[in-house]
């Protein structure tokens, strides 16, 4: 029995010395030193500062693996008589009723964490749909028709840009019908707006994975903005949710440059830079945003390596011009002239080496060394063509189909007339004159009958009595006068067309100078209305109050006015005669006159 009476005194002896309960103290964590806040406890890990009863002069150091280290969070303080040392036994859980969503406990992040040298044991893996900034994530607490984007900050080609932390618009215009789906990109514009596009293509509804609806996905350019993610529709789809949701953001992208080319001379790469700058007055860089490039121009004369110069096959030394030089050498010479950078090609007038000579064609009758030659008949090859004459001669080159040929045009009345044989003798030469007694030759003038041209002919005969032909060598004219006394037969002296009916006057014909005019008739025709109302018309000394009011018909009533016995005047030079309206036409109208008479010369 002694041995149980030594166990009871021990568990009495123990009994009497333990804490029935642990003594706990308030306090708060951290403390300030020179205005700044401090929890965790320098060079010492695992403890915090503690003010005992919130109290600056009470502070120690505890150990504390259970709240988290937050300033002035209440915490309650025991002592560890083991260890000798001051712990956190947790929250003070009667300071607050509400403490928040957050249960505020320990630090312990490296246990989850996946360094390079050395990982936690619970290694948290993070995927790209967890990381938030400029997600997109269902709209409200259940989802709806359009999807919300996370905000967040970018910069984008030199500007810097708060994005997103908005909803989209709707998205279920794009849903299909059927046993289809549809992709949605969601993206950020060049504004830091969210923005959408459909896919352009529908697909299968039961592909789901994220490799089957990548090629359903519209492309966006670098300019356009930066892709966020896809929503896949289908028509059965009342709301969106998390399973219609691809993330799309590219962790791996291109950067958004404001060259993203690669800048080369005849294939060498440059060094990149942040800028490309063109110069010169004749190129330009222009940004064309619709085919998401930069477009360069160049205008105007550049350098370029030109023709090669031969001569005989044998090359000159390149240079970048090339000059034609006319003289006095024999045949085709070709030198370079350093002084002037220049390859010259001296082209002489002297006939040297066989050419080919020309087709002789004409398109009129003329003659030849005594030959007649038909239009469009061919003459021989000749090595020269020699054209004389005192007429104007244009000669122009027509390089075109259906003849290669130079165009001799010849012009005036008189084209080519008798001239002096040549002297001396030239091989091949060709020259025209004209056949003896043959008199003028060529087109001439036109001749025309009231402006229509009559058919051409070689001879123009002026006949009558009155008419008068001498030929003046001195002028290279022919002259032709037609006799101005007595007189001519009545003709139409003036036609005068819309004239007003209905007001005012008319001048009718102004009589010419140095001449004397009768007016002897009037013909009215083609009225544009009926000429009721028309009763008063009066002529300047001629007929005076004229009625046309019978006239009803439009555009078919004509009337001769004929004067009859009336008492008329003779007009002179400058004076007008003219049609007054007195009592005009009810209705709006116009008429043509034709007016006719003599001339008699004063």
């Not at 403890?47 to 109290?55: A, D, H, M, Q």
């Not at 004369?301 to 006319?326: K, V």
């Not at 009345?413 to 008798?418: C, R």
């Not at 819309?498 to 005019?517: F, K, R, W």
Request: glycine share 10%; aromatic share 12%; net charge negative.
């Amino acid at each position: 029995m002694p041995g149980i009476r030594r166990f009871s005194k021990s568990i009495r002896k123990l009994d009497n010395i333990k804490e029935n309960v642990q003594q706990e103290f308030p306090g708060v964590l951290g403390c300030t030193f020179k205005g700044t806040k401090y929890v965790d406890v320098p060079n010492r890990d695992g403890y915090v500062y503690v003010r005992l009863r919130s109290n600056l002069n009470e502070v120690i150091q505890a150990y504390n693996s259970t709240v988290s280290p937050v300033y002035d969070l209440p915490v309650l303080v025991k002592r560890d008589k083991t260890f000798e040392r001051f712990i956190i036994s947790g929250r003070d859980l009667g300071r607050y009723t509400d403490w928040g969503s957050s249960s505020y406990l320990p630090r312990h992040g490296a246990q989850h964490s996946f360094p390079q040298d050395k990982y936690g044991g619970d290694v948290v893996w993070v995927y790209d749909r967890q990381f938030v900034p400029l997600s997109i994530r269902p709209s409200g607490a259940y989802g709806a028709n359009n999807v919300f984007v996370n905000g967040d900050i970018l910069y984008w080609d030199g500007s810097w840009l708060f994005a997103g932390d908005t909803g989209t618009t709707d998205l279920f215009t794009y849903k299909p019908t059927g046993t289809y789906a549809k992709m949605v990109l969601v993206y950020i514009d060049s504004y830091g707006n969210p923005a959408v596009s459909p896919g352009p293509d529908m697909f299968d509804w039961s592909a789901t994975g994220l490799s089957q609806i990548i090629p359903y996905l519209p492309t966006l350019s670098t300019t356009q903005g930066i892709p966020l993610g896809a929503v896949r529709l289908v028509s059965g789809t009342s709301r969106i949710t998390w399973n219609e949701i691809y993330d799309l953001r590219p962790l791996l992208n291109q950067a958004n440059w404001s060259s993203p080319y690669q800048a080369q001379d005849e294939g060498v790469t440059l060094p990149r830079r942040s800028y490309m700058n063109f110069k010169g007055v004749n190129i330009w860089a222009s940004d064309n945003a619709g085919d998401d490039s930069t477009d360069i121009s160049f205008s105007g004369t550049s350098a370029q390596d030109g023709h090669t110069i031969m001569e005989g096959g044998a090359p000159f030394t390149q240079r970048p011009n090339l000059n034609f030089i006319g003289g006095t050498y024999v045949g085709i010479m070709v030198q370079d002239n350093p002084a002037l950078d220049s390859t010259d090609v001296i082209i002489t007038g002297t006939y040297t080496i066989p050419i080919a000579g020309h087709y002789i064609l004409w398109s009129y009758p003329l003659y030849a060394s005594g030959t007649v030659f038909d239009i469009q008949e061919e003459m021989a090859y000749e090595d020269w063509l020699d054209f004389r004459g005192n007429s104007v001669l244009s000669v122009t080159d027509a390089e075109e189909s259906p003849y290669w040929a130079t165009e001799i045009n010849i012009s005036g009345t008189h084209v080519l007339q008798q001239s002096q044989e040549p002297t001396g003798t030239f091989p091949g030469m060709l020259w025209l004159k004209p056949e003896a007694g043959a008199g003028a030759m060529g087109m001439g003038h036109i001749i025309e009958s009231d402006g229509v041209p009559l058919p051409l002919r070689t001879y123009l005969d002026f006949s009558g009595d009155l008419v008068t032909t001498t030929d003046s060598p001195g002028s290279d004219k022919t002259s032709v006068a037609i006799g101005e006394s007595g007189f001519l037969n009545e003709r139409i002296v003036a036609k005068v067309y819309d004239v007003c009916m209905h007001s005012g006057t008319t001048n009718l014909i102004t009589c010419p100078l140095d001449t004397s005019l009768f007016v002897t008739r009037l013909l009215l025709m083609f009225p544009t209305a009926s000429m009721a109302g028309g009763g008063c018309f009066n002529f300047t000394d001629w007929m005076q109050n004229v009625s046309l009011e019978a006239l009803t018909t439009a555009t078919e009533d004509w009337l001769m006015i004929d004067p009859g016995n009336t008492r008329c005047k003779r007009l002179y030079d400058g004076e007008v005669f003219q049609m007054t309206v007195v009592t005009g036409t009810s209705a709006t109208c116009y008429a043509d006159l034709w007016v006719f008479g003599y001339y008699i010369a004063d």
